[in-house]
C-alpha cells in the first residue's frame, strides 16, 4: 500500500496562475482532507470530503476549490495564485470508527507563488 | 474559533531526560484527543491516542483532564530519535463536527547527546 500520495512535491507559481493539487489514497477511506501548513500558524483545514461526489468547506477555504470526482482522489485547485497562498499542503484521509479518527497524511506539497 | 493551545518551545534536553508536554482545548465538547508527531520537513503522524483514564505506550504517557480541558504527554529516558515536534490534536463535537480535527500549533522537542 501506497497510503497518500500527493502530486507534485513542489511548484512554484506566479501571481495568478493556477494550479491543481492531487491526492490519492489507496486505503479505501471515506474522509479526506486538505490542510496548509504555515510557520506559526499550525495545521488550517481548508476543505474536507466525507465521501465521492460531497465537499465542505473547512477553516481557510477562500481562494481553493475542491472536487472529489473519485473515491481515491481529492483535488485541490488554485484558481489564481497569490502570495498568500504561499504554504505547505498536506493532503490526509481517514475512516471513522466510533470516535476514533487516525488521519493518515501524504509527503506533502511546497507552494510558492511569487 | 476552537482553540487548541500548546507551548511552542523549543524544549532542549539530554538524552535520557524525562521531559513533559501541555496542551490546553477550548472546545468542551471534543470527545477524542492525540498526539500526533511531526519531524522536520515531514507530514505528521499518529503518536497516540489520549484516553480518559490516561494510557501508556512504551516510554509514552498520554493524560486527559476533561475537567480542566487539558492534554499532557509524557516522555520518559529521552532518545535523540525523539527530536521532533509534537502536536496536540482535538475533534470537534458530536455530529458533523466530530471527524475534524483541530491542531495545535506544536511543542519542538531537541534531545541532545
Known amino acids: 500500500n501506497a497510503g497518500v500520495t500527493q502530486t507534485p512535491k513542489f511548484r512554484v507559481l506566479k501571481t495568478g496562475q493556477s494550479m491543481t493539487l492531487l491526492c490519492a489514497q489507496d486505503?479505501?477511506?471515506?474522509?479526506m482532507y486538505w490542510y496548509r501548513q504555515d510557520p506559526g500558524m499550525g495545521l488550517r483545514l481548508i476543505h474536507y470530503s466525507v465521501g465521492e461526489g460531497t465537499t465542505a468547506k473547512g477553516e481557510v477555504p477562500d481562494g481553493y476549490n475542491v472536487s472529489r470526482l473519485k473515491k481515491q482522489n481529492f483535488l485541490l485547485g488554485l484558481e489564481s495564485a497569490a502570495p498568500s497562498q504561499t504554504s505547505v499542503y498536506f493532503c490526509?484521509?481517514?475512516?471513522?470508527?466510533?470516535?476514533?479518527?487516525?488521519?493518515?497524511f501524504g509527503p506533502g506539497t511546497r507552494l510558492t507563488v511569487l | 474559533r476552537k482553540e487548541v493551545e500548546q507551548d511552542p518551545g523549543p524544549f532542549n534536553v539530554p538524552e535520557g531526560a524525562t521531559v513533559a508536554f501541555n496542551c490546553t482545548y477550548s472546545n468542551s465538547a471534543s470527545q477524542s484527543f492525540f498526539w500526533y508527531r511531526q519531524d522536520c520537513r515531514k507530514e505528521p503522524k499518529l503518536l497516540m491516542s489520549v484516553y480518559s483514564s490516561g494510557n501508556e505506550d512504551g516510554r509514552f504517557t498520554a493524560q486527559l483532564n476533561r475537567a480542566s480541558q487539558y492534554i499532557s504527554l509524557l516522555i520518559r529516558d529521552s532518545k535523540l530519535s525523539d527530536s521532533a515536534t509534537y502536536l496536540c490534536?482535538?475533534?470537534?463535537?458530536?455530529?458533523?463536527?466530530?471527524?475534524?480535527?483541530?491542531f495545535g500549533k506544536g511543542t519542538k522537542l531537541s534531545v541532545i547527546p
Open positions: 486505503m479505501n477511506h471515506e474522509y
Open positions: 490534536v482535538v475533534n470537534g463535537d458530536s455530529g458533523a463536527g466530530s471527524y475534524q480535527l483541530t
Open positions: 490526509a484521509s481517514s475512516i471513522r470508527t466510533g470516535n476514533v479518527n487516525e488521519q493518515f
